[in-house]
């Protein structure tokens, strides 16, 4: 199975007029073994688009068919599965704590579902140990615990109610380079533990070079490129998509510009290190 937009559009009521945040968006994302990155420029209709593959927001035209469930449908149709088989992680989810202890916090998201409920507390339990906070802060206000801690809490809520999908709106937003790093470890331990779709919209081209096996590349509502990071960087029209190149590449190109050291694509600091290893012989 898998997520679909045909023909999606959203429009949001603006002061008297409508504001057409995406249009025409076609895609398929596979339930399984997925790992796509979500870019473009600020106010290109990332959170829009993403908040339909659960749901959360209908489509003002054309369809999304969330794992068999056709949206919007004409008759009325439970859609609350959907928020349990597609996790959505909001942009900095960390604001929608609110229980008074932690354990409490990411037990409510299992325990609002039917095949979750009866094992909250466990899931809610394993949840918090892949985020890495440990059972000591368990009865601690999600309140009184750093800002990194917070998100991790708040991530956790998510993946306890042991979700086929994860939807991640900028998921490293605000984190120091050491907290990015684990964030970003964690998400691709779980999606290469248990072959998770993971989508993902992020500003950080590093980020989308290490990680992503996709890439969708979004500018004013409309999807611009849809494929492999090879084909992304090296496309004729990559001006025009308003995106830098990610560090390690940009490195080498000075390279390649002052020490005529001969161009190639490399997506990682390892990666980078292996090269001039290689050529440095
Ligand atoms: N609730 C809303 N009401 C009216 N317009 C909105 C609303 N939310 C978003 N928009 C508009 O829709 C467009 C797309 O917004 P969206 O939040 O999807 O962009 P984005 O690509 O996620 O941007 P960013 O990178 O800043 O998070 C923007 O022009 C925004 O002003
Ligand atoms: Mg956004």
């Known amino acids: 199975m898998d997520i679909q ?50 749901a959360l927001l209908k489509p003002t035209s054309g369809q999304v068919n969330i794992l068999g469930t056709i949206i919007p449908s004409k008759k009325k149709q439970k859609i609350n599965h959907l928020r349990q088989k597609v ?13 008074i202890n932690i354990l409490k916090d990411v037990e ?4 609002n579902f039917k095949d979750t409920k009866a094992f909250a507390n466990q899931y809610a339990k394993e949840a918090l140990s892949i985020v890495g906070i440990d059972e000591s802060l368990y009865e601690e206000s999600p309140f009184r615990i750093s800002g990194g801690q917070m998100r991790r809490v708040a991530i956790a809520g998510i993946l306890a109610m042991k979700p086929h999908i994860l939807v991640l709106d900028e998921p490293t937003r605000g984190l120091d380079p050491q907290g990015k790093d684990d964030i970003m470890d964690m998400f691709y331990n779980i ?21 992503a096996k996709r890439i969708i590349v979004l500018n004013e509502g409309k999807i611009v490129f849809d494929g492999s990071k090879e084909a992304l960087f090296a496309h004729k029209d990559f001006n025009t998509f308003h995106l830098d190149y990610p560090s390690p590449m940009k490195l080498l190109n000075h390279l390649h510009e002052t020490l005529g050291y001969p161009k190639k694509m490399v997506f990682s600091n390892e990666e980078l290190l292996t090269y001039l ?4 012989k």
Do not use: C, R, W
Not at 8 to 33: T, W
Not at 36 to 47: D, F, P, R, W
Not at 87 to 97: A, D, I, S
Not at 198 to 210: E, G, L, P, R, S
């Open 5 to 54: 937009f045909k023909e999606v559009g959203y429009a949001y009521y603006g002061f008297k007029k409508l504001y057409h945040a995406i249009s025409n968006i076609n895609l398929s994302i596979d339930e399984y073994g997925e790992f796509v990155a979500i870019i473009g420029q600020t106010g290109s209709g990332k959170s829009t688009l993403v908040q339909h593959m659960n």
């Open 87 to 99: 996790g959505l992680v909001f942009q900095f989810p960390e604001y929608q704590l609110f229980d």
């Open 108 to 111: 409510f998201g299992p325990s």
């Open 191 to 211: 999606h290469k533990s248990e072959n998770k779709s993971i989508v993902m919209i992020t500003h950080d081209m590093d980020i989308v070079a290490k990680y």
């Open 277 to 280: 290893k290689e050529v440095n």
